[in-house]
């Protein structure tokens, strides 16, 4: 069969609809933020969106407790198909027709846009990381998670938004966590049904709870303390991914807030 051509107009615009649509259904917030971004931005904000739901997806399907070895593959299978992206090819053998979409539009994407490549091999290694790892000793330790599955995003997305100084990176990446850390307060009992406690560990010994009022989802005023402490954590991020907005370019400014915004009111 022959292979289509990645850069016809047609294709191209049909692949960031199927990336406009996954943002759609899957990130409704962000997919909402982003009306005030240009088309052009608004395009490849979805290609890269797409391209992390695919991450998460293709994750999902290696069973908690995948052998080293297997992760390591998983990885480096990525990462040639990252490596094959960035030199502008698209491998039609090994992925379905929805997956070869989203490569072309991350590869027409990053025409116009200099994302380093080191960011999404990033982002699979964080993810990755939900295939062995159920607990975190210390924050030291989930921030390198956090990092890796959240402010890496923020980073390949900062440049779309464009900014005028590289000290926007920083407060990108506060962002990220901040947002992460959102999601581990939500998500906290959802976790416990699989087994995970996101929470550092020593932060539940020295609240007083185990694991297993974690897990039983045993409620105590040391458990609110505990998570109060946690909120203000994240807070302190948002405030500091708030102060990063007037790096970026006008038309970005107000995409970027309703995104801060809006999580930490969850």
Not at 92 to 107: E, K, P, Q, S
Not at 131 to 144: A, G, P, S
Request: hydrophobic share 35%; with cysteine; proline share 3%.
């Amino acid at each position: 069969m022959k292979k289509p051509n990645t850069t016809n107009p047609a294709l191209v615009e049909d692949a960031y609809t199927y990336c406009q649509n996954t943002t759609y259904t899957f990130a409704k917030t962000f997919y909402f933020a982003s009306y005030f971004l240009s088309h052009k931005k608004k395009k490849a904000c979805y290609a890269v969106y797409a391209f992390c739901r695919y991450v998460d997806d293709l994750v999902d399907n290696a069973p908690h407790g995948t052998l080293q070895e297997n992760i390591r593959t998983l990885v480096s299978n990525w990462q040639s198909a990252i490596q094959n992206v960035y030199n502008g090819q698209i491998d039609f053998n090994n992925h379905d027709h929805d997956t070869v979409l989203v490569m072309i539009a991350w590869a027409d994407t990053l025409k116009n846009y200099s994302i380093p490549k080191h960011l999404p091999e990033e982002l699979i290694e964080g993810v990755l990381m939900d295939t062995y790892l159920d607990r975190f000793n210390t924050f030291e330790d989930l921030y390198t998670y956090c990092y890796k599955v959240a402010s890496v995003v923020g980073l390949m997305t900062s440049e779309i938004f464009r900014y005028s100084s590289p000290k926007a990176l920083a407060h990108a990446i506060d962002l990220g966590i901040a947002m992460q850390l959102t999601n581990i307060c939500r998500d906290i009992s959802e976790d416990a049904d699989r087994g995970r406690i996101y929470i550092p560990l020593d932060e539940l010994k020295t609240y007083g709870i185990s694991e297993e009022d974690i897990l039983k989802k045993r409620f105590s005023p040391a458990l609110t303390e505990l998570m109060k402490f946690q909120i203000e954590r994240a807070n302190t991020y948002y405030d500091s991914a708030d102060i990063g907005i007037g790096y970026l370019e006008k038309d970005s400014r107000l995409t970027v807030q309703l995104m801060s915004t809006n999580y930490r009111r969850i």
